[in-house]
C-alpha cells in the first residue's frame, strides 16, 4: 500500500493545513486590460481625455456635425487611440457603399458610409501582396491587410483601412510586417502596476502580521519526534482561536507567549515610491493617475496638469488629426453631401477650461498692469518726456479704451511706421 507523502516534521507540527497561496500574474496584455482597475486607467484616460471636448472643423456650416454623431466617429477614434495604446497600433474600416472591402476604395462613386470598424493590431496582418512600382511612394507596401473579426476572416484593401500607429518602434523590431506598427504603452506599464499592485498586497499582509504572536512551547522537538503533529496543531490552533482583545489565552505555566509588535513606518514610502514608478512609466503624473492632491509646500499641482496636457495634445497631432483628416474628407466626398466647403481645418478646444475664478484673476492682473503703464504715461506726460498727442496716438497704437489707429496721409503703411 502507498504511503501518504510525509512532510518535514516542523512544516507538517507548525504550518499543517494552512499552506500560502501563491499569486500568479496573468501575463496577456488584453487579458489585463480587462480586469479592469488600474490596468485599464492607464491605457483609457489619454485616449478618452484627448476627445473629451469633441473637436471644431473650421470652415464647416453645421452639417458635418451631424454626420460625425452618426458614425460615432469620436467614440471610434477615441478606442482606435486607446487599442493602439494597448497594442501598438490600430486601424478603422471604412465601410463605404462605393464597392468590396477588398476592392480600392473610390470616394468619387461614394454615395454614403456606412460605418466604421475599428480593430486593435492583434486582429491585423498584412498580407503578402506589396506595391512594386519603384516609382511610386507606396513602393514595397502592403496592398492588402487581413483582418480577424471573431470568428471570421476577411481582406481589406489599404485604402479603405485608416492606421493609427503605437509609440515610435524601430523598423528592425517591427515582427509583424505591419509598417505603421508601433510600441505598445502596457509592455512597460503594466509590469509597473503588477508591482504596485503587488506592494499593495504585501503592506496589507504586513498590517496582518503586525502584531505577532509567538508561543514558545515546552518539548516542542521531542513531540515532533514522537510523531505528535496532531497534538503541536492542536494546541496552536487552540491559541489562535482564543486570542483577542477581550480574551483571556492560558497557556502551560513552562511555556511562553508574547506579542511582537511590528514597525511599519516605512510601507507608506514604499507604496509612495511605487506610485512616483508607476507614473514614469505610463507618462500620468501621480495627482492624476491617483487623485491624490499636490505635495509640498506651495504646491498647485498646474505642472503636473501642463505635462499631462502636453502628451494628450501630442496624441491628438500626431495620431487623432490624421486619421480624422481622413475620415473628414470621405465625409464631404459622399454624394449625399452636397456643397462641401472648399477649405477646412480641425481644431481641438483647450483641454482645460480656466474657472470664472481664474478668469478673474486674469482680468484682475491685466486691469492692475494697464493701471500701472497708464500712471507711467501720465507721468511721463507731466514731466513732458511726451506730449498728450504721443500719449494718445501711443494708445491708439495699441487700440486702448476703443481708440483705432488714425490713417496717415500716405495710408497706413506710413502710420505705422511713424507710430
Keep these: 500500500m502507498t504511503q501518504p507523502l510525509r512532510l518535514d516534521g516542523y512544516e507538517s507540527a507548525l504550518i499543517g493545513p494552512r499552506r500560502f497561496d501563491l499569486a500568479y500574474a496573468v501575463q496577456d496584455a488584453g487579458l489585463l486590460y480587462a480586469r479592469g482597475g488600474l490596468y485599464a486607467r492607464v491605457i483609457d484616460m489619454p485616449a478618452d481625455k484627448a476627445v473629451a471636448r469633441g473637436v471644431e472643423v473650421e470652415g464647416d456650416d453645421g452639417r458635418l456635425k451631424d454626420e460625425l454623431d452618426r458614425l460615432k466617429v469620436l467614440p471610434t477614434l477615441a478606442d482606435g487611440l486607446r487599442w493602439a495604446r494597448l497594442t501598438g497600433g490600430a486601424g478603422i474600416v471604412i465601410v463605404a457603399d462605393d464597392g468590396r472591402v477588398n476592392q480600392p476604395l473610390n470616394p468619387g462613386k461614394i454615395h454614403q458610409i456606412a460605418e466604421l470598424r475599428v480593430f486593435d493590431l492583434n486582429d491585423i496582418s498584412a498580407d503578402e501582396r506589396r506595391y512594386g512600382d519603384p516609382t511610386k511612394a507606396n513602393y514595397g507596401m502592403p496592398e492588402f491587410y487581413r483582418v480577424h473579426s471573431g470568428g471570421a476572416i476577411f481582406t481589406v484593401h489599404e ?53 505577532q504572536a509567538i508561543y514558545g512551547m515546552k518539548g516542542l522537538a521531542e513531540m515532533i519526534q514522537g510523531g505528535l503533529e496532531p497534538v503541536v496543531q492542536k494546541r496552536i490552533s487552540l491559541v489562535d482561536k482564543v486570542r483577542g482583545v477581550l480574551n483571556t489565552v492560558a497557556i502551560d505555566s513552562e511555556d511562553e507567549y508574547r506579542i511582537e509588535d511590528t514597525n511599519i513606518s516605512g510601507v507608506k514610502d514604499v507604496i509612495q515610491e511605487e506610485q512616483v514608478g508607476l507614473s514614469a512609466e505610463v507618462g500620468i503624473p501621480v495627482t492624476i493617475l491617483f487623485g491624490r492632491s499636490p505635495g509640498g509646500l506651495n504646491a498647485t499641482g498646474d505642472a503636473d496638469f501642463d505635462g499631462y496636457h502636453e502628451m494628450v495634445e501630442g496624441l491628438q497631432r500626431t495620431r487623432a488629426t490624421p486619421a480624422l483628416e481622413r475620415i473628414v474628407s470621405l465625409i464631404y466626398a459622399q454624394g449625399s453631401f452636397s456643397s462641401p466647403p472648399d477649405s477646412w481645418t480641425i481644431q481641438w478646444p483647450p483641454l482645460r477650461v480656466p474657472t470664472e475664478k481664474e ?46 489707429p488714425k490713417a496717415g496721409p500716405d495710408g497706413s503703411a506710413d502710420y505705422a511706421n511713424q507710430t
Excluded at 176 to 198: C, D
Excluded at 370 to 386: H, I, K, S, Y
Design 159 to 211: 485604402s479603405r483601412l485608416i492606421e493609427i500607429s503605437g509609440d515610435p518602434l524601430p523598423a528592425k523590431v517591427r515582427t509583424r510586417g505591419i509598417p505603421w506598427e508601433g510600441r505598445s504603452v502596457a509592455a512597460q506599464a503594466f509590469p509597473a502596476v503588477t508591482r504596485y499592485l503587488e506592494a499593495l498586497r504585501l503592506s496589507v499582509n504586513i498590517l496582518q502580521r503586525k502584531q
Design 359 to 404: 478668469r478673474a484673476d486674469v482680468r484682475k492682473t491685466n486691469a492692475d498692469a494697464e493701471a500701472q503703464e497708464m500712471n507711467a504715461l501720465e507721468t511721463a506726460a507731466g514731466l513732458g518726456v511726451v506730449s498728450e498727442e504721443e500719449a494718445r496716438e501711443y494708445l491708439e497704437a495699441q487700440e486702448r479704451y476703443g481708440l483705432k
